[in-house]
T-cell receptor
């Protein structure tokens, strides 16, 4: 069974630029999550989708971050414009019910 | 709201020694509990989980954890550390959203395990 796919794996941008991350969850998993993991900290939930509807986006900085889940499958997370403090690993996970399966993450560096 | 506290951001053990990583949680509803491991430049891998039933759960790579409701703890142990166990370990608590069946996962800040030769 293929795991959660994410791209790109690494991205370096300058502040005020835009960036987008892509996630392809495990086939059949209804729930999809985006997390932000800052160096030395645990992952923090940004947004959670159930099929193509948003369950929770209370910690998503909506003035600069946006996310969508296309047809209840793939998802994109966008940052526009990026700030220095957005430097982190962005993890995507999917879940059939109780357990979450994580992708390898995208490491974003904002200069 | 739920929360997780991992005691000790860094733990060092000798190869062959007991590994004990501590996790305490706070939750107003019966939680599901998880331990994940993260190797450098990789995503999180599930070690073990507690949902219901037996409070002592066994996971991969010889790890196990015991859910103790009275102590609100879910400590991770392994009898004999191996060099390959060196990684970062995260405890997490899962509770349902009030609106439905979806669950929310909250992570602790992690414990970096170093295994000394």
């Amino acid at each position: 069974e293929a795991g959660v796919a994410q791209s790109p794996r690494y991205k370096i941008i300058e502040k005020r630029q835009s960036v987008a991350f892509w996630c392809n969850p495990i086939s059949g998993h209804a729930t999809l999550y985006w997390y932000q993991q800052i160096l030395g900290q645990g992952p923090k939930l940004l947004i959670q989708f159930q099929n193509n509807g948003v369950v929770d986006d209370s910690q998503l900085p909506k003035d600069r971050f946006s996310a969508e889940r296309l047809k209840g499958v793939d998802s994109t997370l966008k940052i526009q414009p990026a700030k220095l403090e957005d430097s982190a690993v962005y993890l995507c996970a999917s879940s059939p019910r109780d357990e979450q399966f994580f992708g390898p993450g995208t490491r974003l560096t904002v200069l | 709201a739920q929360s997780v506290t991992q005691l000790g951001s860094h733990v060092s053990v000798s190869e062959g020694a007991l590994v004990l990583l501590r996790c305490n949680y706070s939750s107003s509803v019966p939680p599901y509990l998880f331990w994940y491991v993260q190797y450098p430049n990789q995503g999180l891998q599930l070690l073990l989980k507690y949902t219901t039933g037996a409070t002592l759960v066994k996971g991969i790579n010889g790890f196990e954890a015991e859910f103790k409701k009275s102590e609100t703890s879910f400590h991770l142990t392994k009898p004999s550390a191996h060099m390959s166990d060196a990684a970062e370990y995260f405890c997490a608590v899962s509770v349902p959203f009030s609106s439905g069946s979806a669950r929310q996962l909250t992570f602790g800040s992690g414990t970096q395990l170093t295994v000394l030769p």
